[in-house]
């Protein structure tokens, strides 16, 4: 029995991405550079897919820039903006919650004498548009800021922040983190008021490898890498026509689906938080407007290594709630207000529409014997 609550770390790829992958590999497995029909070929392949992409989020195909993932369309963004726009004006605005590709993106470009500003959530656990603009001023080249944070779920306010921004600053680039928001929650370009947008393939049942940018007509921003002339010289290196074939059939399947597939992950969510309710020591982080794909709750007394390693005995695969690199928490759950006894045991559970209430069922019923044995063997 396999029982895969970790869709926020990854997703198990679709049929279509997978056929779309297979049938790319082995039969159209042209260099799209190429002038020949063989090149050709891959370049209507990859066509189709950035048109899907595009209108997708309501983009034009010439918007939308193919990367190895997300993190390297977050980089390209963010130091491609701060390099283009950022000699004179070098502030730059984020939050507290970011995701670490974006975190230590500007950590970097702090290290390289950029201004950050990074504004916390208030004590609500939310975050406030006046916040972000009393931090703009005229010096300020870019705000990048997350629409659904990965750990908790919560949806950050975005299009009210971007639009409020600009109004005191016109010139400002908005880039936002959209990756756990894609094709969960309706996303488009003209009211979100992003200027970039970073997309990643295996976390919407695509392949690993793959992923996006949206950059807004008009935004100029210097490439991180040179070479040949792929994607108008921003990203130069022979295209993965195959994983982006993949990300293609991903979203033209995936798109249709957002409102079903959201309400049946909400029924979901609301059977989880029912039956956490008849376990004793648990407390939900996540907030009752979370994207319901999302949610993060802590089992006090024992910690999430351990809670999810017994989970894992039993073929249940969850995600410790802070997310951690290399054993260091993210501090991402304190800045929304956890207390620091109960963010070592936190545990995220993410949703993808395959999972079962009876697979719930067997996760509760597994934690209420975790905390029987593992409480008692302390
Ligand atoms: N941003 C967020 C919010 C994420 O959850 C992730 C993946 O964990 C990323 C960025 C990085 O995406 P990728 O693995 O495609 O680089």
Redesign the pocket.
Known sequence: MEIYFDN??TTRPCAEAVAAITKTLTETYGNPSSLHGVGLAAQLVMDDARKTIAGAIGASSEEILFTS????S?ATALIGIARTYGRHNRRIITTTVE?A?VRETCNHLEEEGFEVVRIRPREDGKFDPADFVSAVNDKACLLTM?LVN?ETGTILPVAQVFRAVKRINPKIITHC?A??GFLKLPLRVSELQADLI?L?G??IYAAKGV?ALYIRKGVRIRPLLFGGKQEKGLRPGTESVPLIAGMGAAVKTFQPTITERSKAVSELKAHLLERLTSLDEITVHSPADALPYIVNFSVAGIRSEIMLHFLEERGISVSSGSACSKGAASGVLGEFGVKPALVDSALRISFCHENTKEELDILTESIRIGQNTLLRSK
């Open positions: 926020a770390a993932g997300a993190t390297e977050s995701h590709s997350m990965n983190d990756v756990q970073s990643s295996h976390k992923g």
